[in-house]
């Protein structure tokens, strides 16, 4: 295996990355043209999506000898290893010095930006003129760091790593899937868009426990329903005891329970979601995300869509759940505060950044002005009640759907964007993309 294979997805970040190791590796080309060589890279983004593999993979390419340095002594201890790491770099030259998560050098503390950590390994790093050492580093949150260690000439080139995202994901799941157990059931696919804006590491830990689950109850593969499972109880913190099972069903005919008016809430978030963007709903629970009272549903967002027709149909599939309530039961659903609140915030960038009610109300225009504000707002509550009536319009004509996501989201307690589709092909609703108003 090639170094830089063991890095799935991530095209362009291991095209730079090859590009450094080839500098490392063999600078003759480079040189000789007259060009300055980096003198450093920072690799940085959220735990678990892989920047110190890709360290590894660039030291491992570059062929030279590597100094690691990570924080795990008491500060002034540490300051002294700093020192002795980038003294080893000096004398084992060609090299490179590793600092892995440079943004816990020091206390976690904002305030401790001048630490003396940081400070000392400034000055190490200005002290390698004329060296042939490369500085490599890795942070999680790159906001922490002093601004003049990531200047030029210590840091030349700082790439954010972000957690995989579409094809990338695709790939990374197609990739842990490979050396389990899985049944034919399972599609890496609707996986990855479950794990929409997860890291790597917690895709890892979901299917491993995914397998615990299987090995648990001795079956011949992983199905869906158990990474379901394990996706439930690790992602959103929803035991299995209260989110699977047909003791956990719901009786739709008593309307006075609560839970019947939350796997209507939740039905209607789910619906009118498919309709106006079909696939994008991936998961419906009647058990709330990480402990909070009442359903959850997760959306994938297709960022290759029309960046306007997306933001109107997440609004209107945010009133969704509202809109359910008032239809099936006539009266006012009395958790939606929540939804509204994000329902006015997005109408209120549609209206006061991509001029939805007219370019007047352009957030810049008379920004200081109280009349313009209130103006503003008008226009919003304006627009929310359009897209509320829009959401109305879609669940009447769609009423069928509805109640069957419903019947079985009540007999389930979740529902995934397989189990859509199929309720789907044998609705008797006319499928189409429903248009957006306006």
Not at 115 to 122: D, G, P, R, S
Not at 167 to 190: G, M, W, Y
Not at 296 to 313: M, P, R
Not at 363 to 373: G, I, L, N, V, Y
């Amino acid at each position: 295996m090639k170094d830089f294979d063991k890095i799935i997805g991530y095209a362009s970040i291991k095209k730079d990355l090859e590009r450094i190791a080839d500098i490392l590796k063999d600078s003759t080309s480079y040189t000789k043209l007259g060009v300055k060589l980096p003198k450093g890279l920072l690799l940085h983004g959220e735990p678990g999506v892989g920047k110190t593999l890709m360290a590894n993979c660039l030291a491992d390419a570059s062929g030279r000898a590597v100094f690691i340095c990570r924080k795990n002594q008491p500060d002034g201890e540490f300051v002294n290893t700093i020192k002795s790491v980038f003294a080893q770099a000096v004398n084992g030259a060609p090299s490179i010095v590793f600092l892995d998560d440079l943004d816990k050098f020091a206390n976690e503390d904002e305030e401790h930006r001048d630490a003396e950590e940081y400070v000392t390994v400034q000055s190490c790093i200005d002290e390698l003129s004329g060296a042939n050492v490369f500085v490599l580093a890795t942070a999680n949150d790159v906001g922490r760091l002093p601004s003049s260690l990531l200047r030029a000439g210590r840091f030349d080139r700082i790439i954010e790593v972000p957690v995989p995202l579409d094809r990338d994901a695709i790939l990374v799941t197609e990739h842990f899937l490979q050396n389990k157990c899985f049944a034919p059931d399972v599609d890496a696919t609707s996986i990855a868009r479950l794990m929409h804006q997860r890291s790597c590491a917690e895709l890892e830990t979901v299917l491993n426990e995914a397998g615990l689950y299987a090995g648990y109850e001795h079956a011949e593969s992983i199905t869906m329903q158990h990474f379901m499972e394990a996706y439930l109880r690790t992602i959103c913190d929803i035991p299995v005891a209260v989110s699977v099972g047909e003791e956990n069903s719901v009786d739709l005919t008593d309307y006075n329970c609560t839970k019947t008016q939350v796997v209507y809430h939740e039905a209607g978030h789910a619906v009118v979601a498919e309709i106006l963007s079909p696939g994008s709903v991936t998961l419906v629970s009647t058990n709330g995300n990480r402990g909070e009272i009442g359903g959850y549903t997760a959306y994938y967002h297709d960022k290759e869509k029309n960046l306007l027709k997306s933001k109107q149909a997440r609004i209107v599939a945010a009133l969704g759940g509202m809109a359910a309530i008032e239809l099936k039961f006539g009266l006012s659903d009395a958790g939606v505060t929540r939804d509204l609140d994000h329902a006015f915030e997005m109408t209120r960038d549609l209206v006061t950044n991509l001029c939805v009610s007219g370019f007047s109300l352009h957030r810049s225009r008379f920004e200081d002005s109280e009349a313009q504000k209130h103006k503003q707002e008008q226009a919003v509550a304006v627009e929310v009640e359009r897209y509320y009536r829009q959401a109305k319009e879609i669940l009447t004509a769609h009423r069928d759907f509805l109640e069957e996501v419903a019947q079985q989201l009540a007999r389930a307690g979740y529902l995934t964007a397989l189990n859509l589709n199929k309720i789907k092909d044998t609705s008797a609703s006319v499928w189409y993309n429903q248009p957006m108003e306006g």
